[in-house]
């Protein structure tokens, strides 16, 4: 009789989404949209990257809790994950802050996010749970993880980066004994403790966190009880866990998923439009550091059934053609020129127009004789004919969002306004 395969233990998982943040070091672009909506890589949003990880590591019962001006995410989520089916034991739930507790109470941190949806929780009879937060860029097999939190018997495993250790200052950093059992945790320190054996590097939070779902519902009770707590993962239950449990940390290199492309782990926290921007524009590398062409692990997205691209003109400096970059379908390249930028769906480009380093979200138009140079585009903005943006510092602060690295964020409420001091 031929053995059977071991049981994955992500069949007996569930992944909890925190989706609710707003995002604001992003400026404008999360003016109409939480952070995990936010577009990314020509076709995706940012949660994708959660919830394909969770997909393809076998887990199929998920939720997904929204706070923060979540319609453009829910709409997402129900055109693009909606193939969830009750019957075959899969679940994917949407949890809005909906004051089931107390008609005064939204969510008041990451953990009391789930514990307002226990009993949601309880209906999945699962086993273990793994919070995920849905706003970094990443792959990542979750299984691998699960494995080390039962080996180790421990109340908590928490995924983490690798990071040099003076880098580590802006994350919540793990120090670890030689069994990577944690004995501290410290929010951004000044001087971060190395890893023993590895002392020039650091583990830093990724917000990635494994329970046993008995052990972690006891311990929201206990926390909603608590006037002192601000009820959130990262400032009160892990501290907790560390002082008086056991509490792990699992190496994300373990588990990241790599092809023969992607030489190191790839984990990037776009919180910021320098970040957001450079992390999109990699992806036009002739070698990106995220092979998001990788079959056996790919992005699931909400996907639009659209015409392809099309490139027309072919006269000298009338010619519609684009270089190391990357153009999603319904875009039409107009007697213009493309070069190391991305383009979204639905995205138009007149004649004689350039664009050079350019992000541009849906549905962007760029008028004839444009000259468009690092910057971000926010879906649906119309350029203007001649409209040059990245050449003068000045003239792009005055009117546009320009960051401390010289990106230039463009929304459509900025050119409004530009258009009506200009007359």
């Known amino acids: 009789m031929k053995a059977q395969p071991p049981l994955r233990l992500t069949s007996q998982a569930m992944a909890f989404v925190l989706a609710g943040g707003r995002g604001s070091r992003l400026k404008e672009l999360t003016d109409r949209r939480a952070k995990p909506a936010v577009y990314f890589g020509g076709k995706a949003r940012i949660i994708d990257f959660a919830l394909s990880n969770a997909m393809n590591s076998g887990i199929r019962k998920m939720a997904i809790a929204t706070q923060y001006k979540a319609h453009s995410l829910i709409r997402h989520i129900q055109r693009g994950w909606n193939f969830f089916r009750e019957e075959r034991n899969e679940y994917l739930d949407i949890l809005p802050a909906s004051q089931r507790v107390d008609e005064h109470k939204w969510y008041l941190g990451t953990a009391d996010a789930v514990t307002q949806n226990i009993d949601i929780v309880d209906s999945y009879d699962i086993k273990y749970v793994i919070i995920l937060a849905g706003d970094h860029v990443y792959k990542m097999d979750y299984e691998i993880m699960l494995r080390q939190h039962c080996e180790t018997g421990a109340d908590v495993t928490i995924g983490c980066l690798t990071v040099p250790r003076m880098e580590a200052t802006a994350f919540g950093v793990m120090h670890v004994d030689a069994s990577l059992r944690i004995t501290d945790f410290l929010e951004k320190p000044a001087d971060p403790p190395g890893i023993p054996g590895d002392e020039g590097n650091a583990l830093a939070s990724m917000g990635i966190y494994v329970f046993d779902w008995a052990f972690l519902r006891d311990l929201l009770i206990r926390d909603a009880e608590d006037p002192n707590s601000s009820h959130d993962f990262g400032h009160d239950l892990i501290p907790a866990i560390v002082r008086n449990g056991k509490a792990m940390a699992h190496r994300f290199s373990d588990s990241c998923v790599m092809t023969g492309l992607e030489t190191e782990p790839y984990w ?45 003109h072919d006269s000298e400096r009338r010619r519609g053609m684009a270089i190391s970059s990357l153009v999603s ?16 769906t639905g995205c138009r480009t007149h004649s004689y127009s350039s664009l050079s380093h350019v992000v541009a979200l849906p549905h962007v138009t760029v008028n004839r004789k444009a000259d468009l140079t690092n910057c971000v585009l926010d879906r649906g903005v119309v350029i203007p004919e001649g409209l040059v943006i990245g050449q003068e510092p000045e003239e792009d602060a ?10 230039v964020l463009v929304t459509q409420d900025m050119l409004d306004a530009r258009a009506r001091a200009l007359g």
Do not use: M
């Open 268 to 312: 990037r926290d776009v919180g910021t439009i320098d970040a957001f921007w450079q992390a999109n524009i990699d992806l036009t590398h002739f070698t990106p550091k995220l092979d998001l062409y990788d079959r056996e692990w790919p992005i699931w997205t909400y996907s639009q059934i659209v015409p392809p691209a099309k490139f027309i």
């Open 329 to 344: 379908g319904d875009c039409i390249v107009s007697g213009s020129e493309i070069r190391s930028s991305l383009l979204f």
């Open 398 to 407: 005055r009117w546009f969002r320009r960051s401390e690295g010289g990106i």
